[in-house]
């Protein structure tokens, strides 16, 4: 139990383009999902935490309109990174908690972002 | 900012030993701690959680919380090289709808 499924696992895009990101709880209804991005030899940092059907709450210095978040289900939440720009390379990592009631958060796989 | 803080490394330890994980952090509100293992380029993977004072055992695996002293470690018995990773200390509180912060994480590295 609890498969928490990110896709695309990798995306090479143009400076100035838009690319969507989606993370699926696939065996649980997820309460809440949370989107992370970590640079190199780095730790996560939260970028945005979603509860389905409500707006996103964004951490302090990330863009909001950069970085839209819907979380249209239980189990479906998106990150669309909207006029991609090379410093927004990076490893996007989604997460779900809810398994069992539980407040324990399981990770995607992660997606990486390379705008060229 | 709430701080959780990790003994960056290289941890390196021989196949077979012990090797001790130590987390500190600074929001005394934390009410959840997790230790996640992390390959290089993969994401992060739950390996303890533990939520009251005192030894929580699961296999190999021994997580240990002191919140008097704001502690939590990760203790991994018989080590093997396919542990070698970066282990992130993870702490949350229901004031941030228990979203995880995240300390650096330690490289551990077992030699055959």
């Known amino acids: 139990g609890a498969v928490v499924s990110q896709h695309p696992s990798r995306v090479i895009c143009k400076s100035g383009t838009s690319v969507k990101i989606e993370c699926r709880s696939l065996d649980f209804q997820a309460t809440t999902m949370f989107w992370y991005r970590q640079f190199p030899k780095k730790s996560l940092m939260l970028m945005a935490t979603s509860n389905e059907g409500s707006k996103a709450t964004y951490e302090q210095g990330v863009e909001k309109d950069k970085f839209l978040i819907n979380h249209a289900s239980l189990t479906l939440s998106t990150l669309t990174v909207t006029s991609a720009h090379p410093e927004d390379s990076s490893f996007y990592i989604c997460s779900a908690s809810g398994y069992r009631g539980q407040t324990e958060a399981f990770f995607g796989q992660g997606t990486r972002l390379t705008v060229v | 900012q709430k701080e959780v803080e990790q003994n960056s490394g290289p941890l390196s330890v021989p196949e077979g030993a012990i090797a001790s994980l130590n987390c500190t952090y600074s929001d005394r509100g934390s009410q959840s701690f997790f230790w996640y293992r992390q390959y290089s380029g993969k994401s992060p993977e739950l390996i303890m959680s533990?939520?009251?004072?005192g030894d929580k055992e699961d296999g190999r695996f021994t997580a240990q919380l002191n919140k008097a002293s704001q502690y939590v470690s990760l203790l991994i018995r018989d080590s093997q090289p396919s542990d070698s990773a970066t282990y992130l200390c993870?702490?949350?509180?229901?004031?941030?709808?228990?979203?995880?912060?995240f300390g650096k994480g330690t490289s551990l590295l077992v030699t055959p």
């Open positions: 533990i939520y009251s004072n």
């Open positions: 993870a702490v949350s509180n229901s004031n941030s709808g228990y979203a995880l912060n």
